[in-house]
């Protein structure tokens, strides 16, 4: 059995892209979202984020970044990050905008107030297939190196949840055999 993934932090920038870089090179199904208003990178100091919209390239980012000041990106690694996430994929998502991306069966966020945007958005999409999703919420602080930290713990996750999965599946499925034939 597959399932479908999605990692989810406040602007699809860093936790959730370094999980969704992690997942993908390990061959899980699995896409990316941001639940922020906007895209909100660092500046030049805490009162000046650079802040983009939803769907603005990471390619176009970096271009603008790399033109305001080189070394402050370079040095604070997010040239670097969103090289990386432009690999990943185009462009950051907004959670509350993926319907027409499918269901998924585990969700990972990186953030309380996420997490919590997350069930409420879910509580408020129409019910139509009345589908179990397992959310699941690590704590994670919005630097580089606390990224790559969440990240591997979310693809152990992913893994030992894979192999209960599919284990209650089988069990579910060796006992319908047992009683179909007792």
């Not at 639940?35 to 100091?45: C, E, F, R, W, Y």
């Not at 408020?124 to 969440?150: F, P, S």
């Amino acid at each position: 059995m597959k399932f479908r993934h999605a990692m989810v932090c406040s602007s699809n920038q860093n936790r959730s892209m370094e999980a969704h870089f992690l997942l993908k090179k390990q061959g899980f199904d699995v896409c990316s979202y941001g639940t922020g208003a906007h895209v909100k990178l660092p500046g030049p100091s805490l009162r000046e984020p650079n802040v983009y919209e939803f769907g603005t390239p990471y390619k176009q980012m970096f271009d603008d970044l790399r033109r305001k000041d080189p070394e402050l990106y370079k040095r604070n690694g997010i040239l670097p990050m969103l090289k990386r996430n432009s690999g990943v994929k185009l462009a950051p998502q907004r959670w509350q905008d993926n319907a027409a991306d499918g269901i998924f069966d585990i969700v990972f966020t990186f953030e309380e107030k996420v997490f919590d945007m997350v069930i409420e958005d879910l509580h408020n999409r129409d019910q139509v297939l009345m589908k179990t999703v397992l959310v699941i919420n690590l704590e994670v602080k919005d630097n580089h190196e606390e990224a790559a930290v969440g990240a591997r713990l979310a693809l152990e996750l992913c893994e030992q949840v894979h192999v209960m999965l599919c284990f209650g599946c089988s069990v579910m499925f060796d006992i319908s055999i047992t009683a179909r034939y007792d």
